[in-house]
């Protein structure tokens, strides 16, 4: 990755363009054409440095509510069942930990009532019980990365 690449990348993380032509914007801030912009952007994506370009949005803020769910998989039906919780729209992470509640996953929804109902279907499509751990206080509101650059580079 060079000065260039880490140059895009803070500008994408916390000011994507939103108009017509998105890279010929990001070209004009890094020195770039257009195509040479997308380019870096889909090489990034392909190697996983980047892994979603997408918007973001406060659900709080729109109404809607989420919670924190957990629950305790067998090993060997982790892959199933956190598979399966996947396929439900409102889930936004999904994740295995190394711990008795091993499938942790974030569920958002338009009210509490929409996720107590997904949340019983979870139950009752798997077997398993889910712990749901509703947000009490918020504390993380975003987090960037900031790559360093070297003085004077892409000006």
């Known amino acids: 990755m060079d000065e260039t ?3 895009i990348l803070n500008i994408i993380q916390t000011g994507f363009p939103v108009c017509e032509r998105p890279y010929e914007k990001i070209g004009e801030q890094t020195g770039l054409t257009e195509d040479e912009a997308f ?3 889909k090489a990034m994506f392909d190697s996983k440095i980047i892994r979603r370009i997408g918007a ?3 659900s709080r803020g729109l109404g809607w509510t989420s919670t924190l769910c957990a629950m305790s998989v067998p090993p060997e039906k982790i892959e199933e069942v956190a598979g399966m919780v996947a396929k439900y729209h409102g ?3 999904n994740y295995e930990r190394n711990h008795n509640y091993n499938l942790w996953f974030t569920y958002i929804a338009p ?3 929409a996720i107590d109902k997904t949340l019983s279907e979870i139950e009752s499509k798997s077997g ?3 712990h ?3 947000m009490l206080k918020k504390f993380k509101i975003k987090v960037d990365f900031k790559f360093k650059e070297k003085e004077g580079a892409g000006k």
Request: net charge negative.
């Open 91 to 93: 889930v936004t992470h």
């Open 39 to 41: 380019d870096r952007v």
């Open 56 to 58: 973001s949005f406060d």
């Open 128 to 130: 398993y019980k889910v």
């Open 132 to 134: 749901n751990l509703p």
């Open 111 to 113: 009210d509490l009532d």
């Open 5 to 7: 690449d880490k140059r």
